[in-house]
């Protein structure tokens, strides 16, 4: 017997041992202490001179332009047994890039909203609960509200997770969600790329990506058929479905997939039938982009 | 949406079946196929593939573990499409678990050091009873790194960091795995 033949054995041993290691979760994330990191940015401050007025911009303070940047310091992974969730308020919420680490120490979280102590993601409870970074800590995002983003405090490091549904996994009401995230306000560009998010196709002006938010509060949930799903499928096959992400203020993004030729946008958890205020000014944008269809087996 | 429910979409043989799968489990399989090739391209496509396996596997059976029964069939498709690729590009995480399997089956000693493994005839089914047994009586925290590193194929940091340890005490418990392992075939004279 080889290594190899071994390695194949191998996949067929008991699925319960497979189910039992799928479920195993990682126990400490190795990470600079968050306490040297801050001691190191206060004493680069103090080298160059900074005078408390211009910290206090740096921090956004009312006179200050320069928005705190919420870097991602780590990328994340891919779960194995589906995506990391939490739930709060009855809503449920996904941690953006699988569970990417970003630096807050432009943006000190200071008000903690509680401890996720649930290894569920039942919305229906009114505890606090998610299928990651069970026992850490919730935080509101300073300037953002609870409805669009919350943020997680887990061992050492940062998450954001983004709202995806409504409470009973309805969802997400498109107008309350672009309100709350102030993404008209915020966007900074929009930028299209393929369904896969690999290659960057398209960069979107600040105009045209505010414009398009305004549009795209009007979009209604669709309610999808089998044929419907099938459609989608087929657009994603073809190279015919596009990631639009609109770039925030603070470095992080708002990511959609669009349809064109179905007129359908997700938004969270839930796809969307795009108005004739989005297709008609701005569906240009993706009438010439190249299809990059996803790798076939 | 509910395992079940999934199950019951390719049973009656409804394409959602696959959007369904798709929206729950692409991230656990695309993570077993990455770490087995280390190509997303790869990856993507055995991800792909393991949806088609599905529906043809399905009504025929009906798994009681969905994830599981996904995760195999990426996993094989993964190992034959490193056997495809095998000549034009090598995955180094693939062939470092290959050279870390030698332990389990080696008997003599080349003379650069190295371990080889003899090409001997084996009952498949015996084997995998063995490993079975042997995975039955590991401890619960060694089995699980076991399986972390030689089924999903996780490198050995992500293995460290599941069982909160240090990269190189994770490894010195996976040395005494597999030496473990070897002497459990021994016993069970799967090796001679």
Known sequence: ?297 | MQDTEIVELYWQRSERAIAETSAKYAGYCTAIARNLLQSSEDAQECVNDTYLGAWNAMPNERPALLRAFLGKITRNLALTRFDYNHAQKRSANLTVLLSELEDCLSSSIRPDGACEAPETAFDKNEVLRALNAFLAGLAPLERRAFVRRYWYADPLHEVAAHLGMSESKAKSMMLRTRKKLRAHLEQEEILV
């Open chain 1, 1 to 297: 017997m080889t290594s190899k033949e071994l390695l194949h054995l191998l996949g067929d041993i008991d699925s319960a041992y497979i189910e039992e290691a799928a479920d195993a979760k990682k126990r400490k994330i190795l990470r600079f202490p968050r306490i040297a990191q801050i001691a190191m940015a206060a004493c680069l401050l103090l080298a160059v001179g900074l005078s408390a007025a211009s910290l206090s911009g740096l921090l956004g303070g009312a006179h200050g332009k320069t928005v705190p940047q919420i870097p991602s310091v780590a990328a994340g992974s891919p779960t194995p047994g589906g995506r990391k969730i939490l739930c709060y308020d009855g809503a449920r919420y996904a941690f953006l890039g699988d569970g990417a680490q970003y630096d807050f120490s432009a943006l000190p979280l200071t008000n903690a909203l509680g401890t996720l102590t649930q290894d569920s993601a039942d919305a229906s409870s009114d505890a606090l609960s998610a299928s990651f970074a069970v026992g850490g800590t919730l935080y509101e995002i300073p300037g953002t509200s609870t409805q669009f983003r919350v943020a997680v405090e887990f061992e050492g490091a940062y998450y954001i997770a983004e709202a995806v549904t409504g409470a009973d996994g309805a969802p997400l009401d498109a107008a309350a969600f672009f309100e709350s995230a102030n993404l008209q306000g915020r966007v900074q560009k929009a930028e299209i790329l393929d369904h896969m998010g690999l290659q960057m196709l398209r960069e979107i002006s600040t105009a045209d990506a505010k414009g398009m938010v305004q549009s795209l509060t009007e979009m209604q949930p669709s309610r999808l058929t089998d044929t419907d799903y099938e459609a989608i499928a087929g657009t994603q096959a073809q190279g015919a479905s596009y990631q639009l992400r609109f770039v925030l203020d603070d470095g992080t993004s708002v990511d959609c997939y669009f349809a064109p030729s179905l007129g359908k946008l997700s938004l969270g958890d839930s796809w969307y039938d795009v108005p004739a205020a989005f297709a008609a000014p701005y569906g240009a944008h993706f009438d010439t982009l190249a299809r990059v269809p996803p790798p076939m087996g």
